[in-house]
T-cell receptor, first 110, second 112 residues
Framework: DQQVKQNSPSLSVQEGRISILNCDYT??????FLWYKKYPAEGPTFLIS?????DKNEDGRFTVFLNKSAKHLSLHIVPSQPGDSAVYFC?????????FGPGTRLSVLP | KAGVTQTPRYLIKTRGQQVTLSCSPI?????VSWYQQTPGQGLQFLFE???????NKGNFPGRFSGRQFSNSRSEMNVSTLELGDSALYLC???????????FGSGTQLSVL
């Protein structure tokens, strides 16, 4: 039973355009949500997070939106750059219980 | 400030052997978690330690075990290795509850 889902295994976007990565969760107990970026042969690096008391958090080119009623969050990257090409993992947590999605491979084409 | 350090980076073992992986967390971090990543899969949670005590455990067989030392360093052990254990094993540390995780570069384990 997947508690955190990323239904798009891959996404291709033109450089300079917006990338939108989506994530759905099923457990209402999750109260903290994070996005991680991973390059091959490296560990995931933290990108941005959002608490369940907010519906939007911005950090530079990255914005995370949370829709609690739909149990859905999304990561927007604007503008997309070739260096953003990586696998993006969505994670949801309560307490110290972190559950990760299967990841979405983003390719930003020059 | 040094990041999370995992050793070794690469490991090749044969079926039936056992393996021990090591993780040194960021200084001051008392929580250490272990994850398994296989191709096409997300990060599957193995277990989490805080102050030398296992607080949470994922859905893995008893062949997977771990421990944490008083200096917060952690080890993970896999006994009687199977081909399906081939994966990237990631260690993450954090200060404690509801804090984001910082990951090491992982140990790539290949079981032949």
């Amino acid at each position: 039973d997947q508690q955190v889902k990323q239904n798009s295994p891959s996404l291709s976007v033109q450089e300079g355009r917006i990338s939108i990565l989506n994530c759905d969760y099923t457990n209402s107990m999750f109260d903290y949500f994070l996005w991680y970026k991973k390059y091959p042969a490296e560990g995931p690096t933290f990108l941005i997070s959002i608490s369940s008391i907010k519906d939007k958090n911005e950090d530079g080119r990255f914005t995370v939106f949370l829709n609690k009623s739909a149990k859905h969050l999304s990561l927007h990257i604007v503008p997309s750059q070739p260096g953003d090409s990586a696998v993006y993992f969505c994670a949801a947590s309560y307490g110290q219980n972190f559950v990760f999605g299967p990841g979405t491979r983003l390719s930003v084409l020059p | 400030k040094a990041g999370v350090t995992q050793t070794p980076r690469y490991l090749i073992k044969t079926r039936g052997q056992q393996v021990t992986l090591s993780c040194s967390p960021i200084s001051g971090h008392r929580s250490v978690s272990w994850y398994q990543q296989t191709p096409g899969q997300g990060l599957q949670f193995l277990f989490e330690y805080f102050s030398e005590t296992q607080r949470n455990k994922g859905n893995f067989p008893g062949r997977f075990s771990g421990r944490q030392f008083s200096n917060s360093r952690s080890e993970m052990n896999v006994s009687t290795l199977e081909l399906g254990d081939s994966a990237l094993y990631l260690c993450a540390s954090s200060k404690g509850s509801e804090e984001k995780l910082f990951f090491g570069s992982g140990t790539q384990l290949s079981v032949l």
